[in-house]
Nanobody
Framework: QAQLVESGGGRVQAGGSLRLSCTGS????????MGWFRQAPGKEREFVTG????????YYADSVKGRFAISRDVGKNTVYLQMNSLKPEDTAVYYC?????????????????WGQGTQVTVSS
């Protein structure tokens, strides 16, 4: 059974950094585009960033551009999200997701596999 498991969430002060990991099991995700989404209380799930299968192509939401960086290690079946200069508005549950193919999309409905989420809390 294919699974994605996120880790690395926690509480940090504004301006701090966190690194999230998302490790797949049960199948290889090396041919899939991977994305990170987040959902704050009372808000819809939103796209944060995505990476293509090779790792060469990436896409960021404007709200995180220049502060977050996505990368992947195909050999470890793992995707990372380095988050720097965190702001209180970054507080949310962060989810990783996978979709077949090379195209990075921002629509959550186009992703097939989802992790359980990891909480990120940024205090001011």
């Amino acid at each position: 059974q294919a699974q994605l498991v996120e880790s690395g969430g926690g509480r940090v002060q504004a301006g701090g950094s966190l690194r999230l990991s998302c490790t797949g099991s049960g199948r290889s995700f090396s041919s899939d585009a991977m994305g990170w989404f987040r959902q704050a209380p009372g808000k819809e799930r939103e796209f944060v960033t995505g990476v293509g299968p090779s790792g060469a192509s990436t896409y960021y939401a404007d709200s995180v551009k220049g502060r977050f960086a996505i990368s992947r290690d195909v050999g470890k079946n793992t995707v990372y999200l380095q988050m720097n200069s965190l702001k209180p508005e970054d507080t949310a549950v962060y989810y990783c997701a996978a979709r077949s193919g090379v195209v990075i999309t921002t629509a959550a409905g186009t992703y097939v596999f989802w992790g359980q989420g990891t909480q990120v809390t940024v205090s001011s």
